[in-house]
């Protein structure tokens, strides 16, 4: 196991942390210790064939658009199977999270999550940690109006529905808000790219739940949990 020190620019990426007007968060295998799409794939008896397409994505291998088709394709999800997931599979939190949004709530730093998963199935994690919805960029899934909602396709307008989505989702929250030093968590090569001129100041590499060289390498910081982070924002080292 590595230790909690490394990164590019470790003290640089403390420091916007302890003066952050606003941090973003991935979701999946960030906020929660798995990938949401997989759970609803492997729920819907579709589990091997998306998790390929998902280490693609995850691993800057594949453009984000073409592995978010491809398996919205294989899967279908309808409104209805994908309320039922949530409801008999609950997500699980990574631990040390909750503690940490907490922290940062309690400074008055904005938190956002920025994610290429599904607003539907984000909103609920939203709600038990205490983050608007409105703080939510995310890909929304297109439903027939149909007594099961059948699944139509997916809103290709979203910024993180496409490839250096993120970025683009990160300018946004710049232009929209007061936020003029903004961190980015997350474990995926599409969270790396948030760092660009115009979006994320800093980003926070997570491999607490999956370990990408490419992110270890490149992030300013990359942690395995997130104690160090809620000790940093509040102040205690």
């Known amino acids: 196991m590595y230790s909690n020190q490394i990164g590019v620019d470790v003290e640089g990426c403390k420091e916007a942390l302890r003066n952050a007007d606003a941090v973003c968060f991935d ?6 210790n ?5 759970v ?8 091997p064939q998306v998790s390929e397409w998902t280490a693609k994505a995850m691993g800057g291998n594949v453009k984000f658009e073409d592995a978010l088709a491809a398996r ?17 599979r609950p997500f699980k939190l990574t631990p040390g999270i909750a503690g940490l949004i907490k922290a940062l709530h309690d400074k008055g730093v904005d938190v ?13 994690i939203a709600t038990v940690l205490s983050v608007p919805t409105s703080n939510i960029l995310a890909n929304t899934i297109l439903f027939k109006d149909d007594e099961e909602g059948t ?25 929209t808000t007061a936020a003029t030093t ?5 474990d995926g090569a599409t969270d790396l790219q948030a760092v660009a001129p115009g979006a994320a100041d800093k980003f926070l590499g997570f491999g607490g739940v999956a370990d990408r060289d490419v992110v270890r390498e490149k992030a300013d910081w990359f942690v395995y949990n997130f104690d160090e982070v809620t000790k940093i924002v509040k102040g205690l080292d």
Request: with cysteine; charged share 30%; proline share 5%.
């Open 27 to 32: 979701v999946d295998s960030t906020v929660i």
């Open 34 to 38: 798995e990938e949401g799409i997989d």
């Open 40 to 47: 609803l794939a492997d729920y819907l008896g579709k589990g």
């Open 72 to 88: 919205l394709s294989l899967i279908e999800p309808s409104r209805s199977s994908i309320l039922k997931c949530i409801s008999e």
């Open 112 to 124: 956002w999550f920025v994610s290429g998963g599904f607003r539907i199935m984000i909103e609920p």
């Open 151 to 175: 699944y139509k396709g997916f809103d290709d307008k979203e910024p993180t529905s496409a490839d250096m989505g993120k970025p683009r989702a990160v300018r946004f929250i710049k232009s």
């Open 182 to 186: 903004v961190v980015m968590v997350g």
